[in-house]
């Protein structure tokens, strides 16, 4: 379980500095499918359903004991799901939780279109994308689908790390999808309350 819990922490700190979290306001996208995260060997896959501003992950594997998160931007809060125990934990959003979809990478320079390509069942656009991390530039490879100009997949140019959405639907969710579920009970207790003195 480490493990798995090493390796989405690896996988989602790697990645959001990188890639540009969703925001409400760039947010429009509302689709499912799968995201697989490869950094240095470790892979995180997990289904995916997305909604304005809230997202939900269901992991294949525990990620130490979390089998799910839901996203809630709208409450800047995190859901951790602990399926086995029937607990949630609530926690503020972090970077790792980001969907990382935007529409350009973090510190991007520039961005050449190399041409056409199908993936995962959708018309892609191919770009040569160059980043400026500190005072090191990088190159990426980025997938963007022609229709809705969803970064379906991104890659290092050395290949040590990738993020990628497969089985992609773009449709209308359910805002059942992203409430808790009955019959949870929190598992941690609530931030404590800042106390506010009226004048006197």
């Not at 819990?5 to 760039?26: D, E, K, P, Q």
């Not at 029937?86 to 961005?111: C, N, Q």
Request: glycine content about 8%; proline content about 4%.
């Amino acid at each position: 379980m480490m493990q798995h819990r090493r390796g989405l922490s690896i996988a989602g700190l790697v990645v959001s500095s990188l890639l540009g979290c969703t925001t409400g306001s760039a947010w429009a996208f509302e689709f499912s499918g799968e995201r697989i995260v490869t950094i240095q060997g470790v892979r995180v896959a997990a289904q995916v359903n997305a909604k304005d501003d809230r997202w939900r992950f269901e992991y294949a594997y525990p990620q130490g004991s979390v089998m799910a998160a839901i996203i809630r931007q709208d409450r800047q809060t995190a859901w951790l799901l602990l399926s086995n125990r029937r607990l949630y934990l609530e926690v503020p959003i972090a970077r790792e939780h980001g969907l990382f979809v935007g529409k350009t990478l973090d510190g991007e320079e520039s961005r050449e279109r190399i041409g056409v390509q199908e993936l995962n069942g959708h018309a892609t656009e191919l770009f040569e994308v160059t980043v400026l991390e500190g005072a090191e530039r990088k190159q990426y490879y980025q997938w963007v689908t022609v229709a809705e100009h969803f970064p379906l997949k991104t890659v290092s140019k050395q290949g040590d790390w990738s993020v990628e959405y497969r089985r992609v639907v773009f449709t209308e969710q359910s805002a059942l999808i992203f409430e808790l579920p009955q019959r949870f009970d929190r598992g941690n207790p609530p931030p404590p309350r800042e106390e506010t003195h009226s004048a006197q």
